[in-house]
């Protein structure tokens, strides 16, 4: 079997240093070096040099009033993202899909990807979940800090909140040679089919997640989970859990509520499907998605 | 190689029955069946009968002006849990990890996770995080909502906030025959190690995060990645993922602000800790953790 391809948005070259984002020292020394690039976004979307790189400017293009996030260290030279303010309700989505495929260079999808789920969360987190009182960044970005006044009466509770990572299950439901795909109500397409996915809920572990996810939207009884991939999609902040799961029967039991359609495929069906075969069977919707990476790892033999 | 073994807080008989959790209907008549079962907790901590079955009371015993959560179907039977207020600062961990070691009936442990986890996200999440007003509990006790006022103006936002659920990746480096477990600077016990563990951040897949933890940690660098088990942590709600890491050299570079120390172990070394061998040349600490999962499969040949 071929190596699983890498899906998209994963593999950046940032170092993410974590250990040093409490030391504000450090941030500062990172702000003063020459060498300091600043990821340039339009609102949530991703900006291009005409050859496809991603573009980074100056900090000096940041707004001097607003919160900065170091994201790490490409190349050495410190990278930070404005965590300006984003328009309520701004979606970004399409722009979002098309300007992570046009990026020319490995892994920049996933440099992007985190600056856009943390400026995102900082846009949708600015007060305290707890107490409802305003809250300040912290951890050079990567978190925010309910504040207690001196007396610790009157002020914010002390809690500190960190970016949400959801993670979601993906996943074909594989019997004898062939495996499900599913048409959402929603997809604009009617003969765009995809993988089956969901949200994982707590108290679940990623095999119970799927076989709930698969039992409830497709009526089938899941008997083994392999993990396959993952990678992050960032609007805003999933984590995309890859497996393929063998299921005791092929009948289906369909949730009229999620699913417009489920329908079993086999290899030569998904081969013309991921080659995107016109009278393929049926038609896949952005190359990025993992569900690429599951079917095409499932017809290498997966 | 034998199956991996299921790690602890998973399996439960839940039937969690999401799509009817905006069915207020539904969820009245969940409430008026003679046979609805209310999870009794003590704080955050499982409560048992003496035979070690999870203890369920009748809803009388709710407070008649809390909030409840319908955690789905158990036999049939509806299962409710009280979004009952708890103290502050309230941890209860090691109540809950003997509690839950305690349990006999199988997936009792994850069912209470789910019912632990909820209870524990209503209480620090009861206001938005987007405008910092009190939210309200909906669709079931699944999630919260900021209500706007009839004329939109002055009320909520009309955000819906949904229980955090935190993935960390857990590991072991592995490395020709050994692997590599770490002792925690906050470990009570000098011989005391495990795998190494860290929160998977935005814009990372597992293998990112993975490779990066390790990197951070011990300074080795990851040439592969195999997933192996997974596990819900209701302390407060993290999803476990255990993976298994190639790694090019076994030289370490420690950190010290998180490891007091590092060590690379062959099976029989394993085997010995997980057989709780007093000379053993390390000790582990808690059975129900992924970390005995992930240890246990690979002196099985995982």
């Not at 040093?20 to 500062?28: A, I, K, L």
């Not at 020394?29 to 496809?52: K, T």
């Not at 400026?119 to 007060?127: L, T, Y």
């Not at 008997?223 to 902040?237: H, I, K």
Request: proline letters at 8%.
């Amino acid at each position: 079997m071929p190596p699983i391809p890498k899906p998209g948005f994963t593999g950046s070259p940032l170092v993410r240093i974590d250990m040093e984002r409490d030391n504000q020292p450090y941030f500062d020394e990172a702000m003063a070096n020459p060498s300091a690039r600043l990821l340039r976004l339009d609102g949530l979307a991703p900006v291009l040099e005409q050859d496809g790189r991603l573009s980074w400017g100056s900090l000096a293009e940041a707004d001097p009033d607003g919160d900065l996030a170091l994201l790490g260290l490409i190349d050495g030279a410190p990278r930070f993202v404005a965590l300006a303010r984003i328009a309520p309700g701004i979606d970004q989505r399409m722009a979002t899909i098309n300007g992570a495929r046009a990026m020319s260079e490995p892994g920049a999808a996933a440099t992007y990807a985190a600056a856009r789920s943390l400026v995102d969360w900082h846009n949708r987190h600015r007060f305290c979940a707890n107490c409802g009182r305003e809250t300040v960044v912290r951890r050079s970005g990567w978190a925010r800090f309910c504040v207690p006044d001196a007396e610790g009466i009157g002020g914010g509770c002390g809690a500190e909140h960190y970016p949400r990572t959801d993670p979601v299950v993906i996943m074909l439901a594989e019997h004898g040679d062939r495996v499900l795909v599913g048409r959402n109500l929603n997809m604009p397409d009617a003969r765009m089919y995809s993988a089956l996915a969901g949200f994982l809920e707590v108290g679940e572990s990623i095999e119970d997640a799927v076989a709930r996810e698969l039992h409830e939207e497709a009526g089938v009884i899941v008997t083994e989970v392999r993990y396959l991939a993952s990678q992050p999609w960032p609007m805003p902040s999933q984590l995309m859990i890859g497996c393929i799961a063998k299921v005791e029967s092929p009948a289906l039991t369909i949730d009229s509520s999620e699913l417009a359609d489920a329908i079993w495929v086999d290899r030569n069906e998904v081969r013309a499907a991921l080659a995107g075969e016109p009278d393929a069977p049926f038609h896949m919707r952005f190359p990025l998605a993992i569900a690429h990476t599951l079917l095409q790892a499932w017809v290498d033999g997966a």
